[in-house]
């Protein structure tokens, strides 16, 4: 049996073999007091893999662990398994072709997704945006956060050992569904928003479901505070675990929730108001702790605040009026003015042929309050309807860059618990 | 967004940088910076220290696919306290693409440069821990590189030769 242990901290995979080297290369030489063998004769140390398919690591995230008995001394992580390549992808297609695909980075809240490419494209091409369809935007950015957030929450709960609350908050998710169903006409991967605007406008059915799921979703959460705020076994699994103070957190470039939890109020929507966020009356919530307590309660308390938002923008947002900008040279016309006019049928081949195209030369950035963090889009255009350069600034990529330092000295029991609080998407960060 | 803050630290920047300042526009309320290749390092102490930019977002590579100065590198920096944001640009030549590391500075420009390295194979010297960070390594190519084609490069990736059910 003994034999055998040493055998397996360092059996390696052989499949891309140069990559794995240098992947367990760097995870050997930090620390020379490593080694694996006759030294260590009750072989406490061990390296262990966990992913890339792991049902906790949530998508294909891959993390290698140095333990010392059940510690972590030393962590990496192996990204890029959903890598597709996003971003050149992006140099070739206009930027309203490019805009399903945003739908498929963070696809748990697609929403933002869209919305974040367009105000950034709109930005740069110099678009202005209707009233009414900014309000259209905001409300079902919230409802994203929402949608997010109640993933998180269900899957943070179920790795910290409670089945049940998944249920619940899918329950709530497909509420959320039904609602993006009748708002877009598609449950997950919505792309409603246009260049310009947006695709159609609420409709009543639309429109009450949004009002009746904001009427009682603050029960639910109530609810859920209830059962977990002073559950002695989620507070114990979670209180001090993965925690991260403001300097290390700034310093390792965290972002979103995560960031806020250390102290940091650091919100886009507040930071650099977009949209008509300035308009709106509402707290940024933080923590000082910078556990993965921390970071549920300011999820908790951002969807609260998500809430009153919507509430708001239903009272200001104008009963009638237009939801995409009338300019053939900058959104799409309208379907009725394709089927019924020449000039609607040849601005609609236009636009799908060439699209927007920004002055030549010029770059830009745009970033948004995605639920997971700061999502900005940095394009440089050379004056045709394709960017010249997309880049896309993902907040699970920083998120997940500093999983490395905080996983740091963590037990090995924790990661899961510390990977689900900290809410990394794949998609998002592999890009 | 307030403009008087920025145009000081832009003052403070032109000031520090003197003719090593090459370029600098704010035509998208952002100001872009732009100096020379020598001078990253000090200029990037300088703003975290004297201007505060504590907060590296994240780094840019972009391919200008021009035969001077090919690449550009793009430090995307925030300044919590002053509440700006800062985008400070290098050019680096197509033959030897290599800029000192910045992983001193800022912590987190590990896994962006690592980001760069990978997707246009500019190196990053000082780095701790240079490797591809998306793609394996036994990948040969930069894909972000505008000479990559779209569909790829047939035959670079190792596929499985076999299902699990057949070894």
């Known amino acids: ?431 | 967004m307030n403009t008087e803050i920025r145009d000081n630290l832009l003052h403070g920047i032109r000031e520090f940088m003197g003719d090593d300042l090459l370029e600098m526009n704010v035509d998208y309320v952002h100001p872009l910076v732009r100096i020379k290749r020598d001078r990253l390092l000090d200029a990037c102490r300088f703003l975290k220290n004297t201007l505060h930019f504590i907060y590296l977002n994240e780094i840019i590579g972009t391919d200008r696919f021009t035969s001077d100065d090919r690449f550009e590198v793009i430090y995307h920096l925030i300044s919590l306290r002053n509440r700006q944001r800062l985008f400070l640009k290098v050019r680096v030549e197509e033959e030897n693409p290599v800029l000192p590391s910045v992983t001193d500075i800022w912590k987190s420009a590990n896994w962006n440069e690592r980001e760069v390295f990978d997707m246009f194979g500019i190196r990053f010297d000082g780095h701790p821990d240079l490797r591809r960070i998306f793609l394996p390594e036994d990948f040969k190519y930069y894909p972000l590189r505008k000479e990559f084609p779209l569909l790829g490069v047939p035959g670079s990736l190792e596929m499985p030769t076999s299902t699990p059910d057949h070894d």
């Open chain 1, 1 to 431: 049996m003994f034999q055998t242990n040493s055998n397996i901290s360092r059996k390696k995979p052989t499949y891309f073999r140069e990559h794995q080297e240098a992947l367990y290369k760097s995870l050997e030489d930090k620390h020379a007091t490593v080694e694996l063998d006759e030294s260590d004769p009750l072989a406490t140390r061990m390296t262990l893999n966990m992913g890339p398919q792991h049902p906790a690591t949530h998508g294909v995230l891959r993390v290698l662990m140095e333990l010392d008995g059940e510690v972590i001394t030393k962590c990496r992580l192996d990204t890029g398994y959903l890598h597709r390549g996003i971003e050149k992808m992006a140099e070739n297609k206009t930027y309203q072709e490019f805009m399903p695909y945003t739908d498929r980075m963070d696809y748990l809240s697609p929403y933002s997704n869209n919305v974040a490419l367009c105000l950034a494209v709109e930005k740069i091409a110099n678009i202005e945006v209707p009233e009414r369809a900014t309000y259209i935007r905001m409300i079902c950015c919230e409802l994203a956060r929402i949608s997010s957030h109640l993933l998180w929450l269900g899957t943070m709960i179920m790795d910290a050992g409670a089945l049940s609350f998944f249920l619940w908050t899918f329950r709530e998710r497909e509420k959320l569904y039904d609602i993006f169903d009748e708002v877009a006409g598609h449950r997950f991967t919505v792309s409603h928003s246009r260049i310009g605007g947006v695709n159609n406008d609420f409709t009543p059915v639309a429109e009450e479901k949004i009002r009746k799921f904001v009427r009682e979703f603050p029960d639910e959460l109530r609810g859920w505070h209830k059962i977990l705020d002073r559950n002695r076994i989620f507070v114990d699994r979670n209180n001090g675990v993965g925690a991260i103070g403001h300097e290390e957190g700034i310093a390792i470039g965290l972002a979103g929730p995560s960031l806020r939890a250390t102290g940091i109020a650091y919100d886009i929507r507040t930071f650099e108001p977009y949209m008509l966020y300035d308009q709106m009356d509402f707290m940024v919530p933080t923590r000082t702790e910078g556990d993965n307590l921390a970071r549920y309660y300011c999820r908790m308390e951002e969807m609260a605040e998500s809430v009153s938002i919507i509430e708001q923008c239903f009272e200001k947002m104008p009963k009638k009026g237009p939801i995409r900008v009338d300019d053939a040279k900058k959104s799409y016309p309208s379907k009725d003015e394709v089927y019924y006019s020449m000039e609607g049928l040849i601005h609609d081949f236009m636009m799908t042929d060439t699209g927007v195209c920004p002055p030549a030369g010029a770059e830009s950035y745009h970033a948004i309050e995605a639920p997971k963090g700061e999502l900005g889009f940095y394009i440089q255009s050379d004056g045709t309807g394709h960017p010249w350069r997309l880049k896309i600034k993902s907040p699970s990529f920083s998120n997940l860059q500093g999983l490395e330092t905080i996983l740091d000295g963590e037990m090995v029991a924790d990661t899961v618990v510390v990977i689900g609080g900290l809410d990394p998407v794949m998609g998002d960060s592999d890009k």
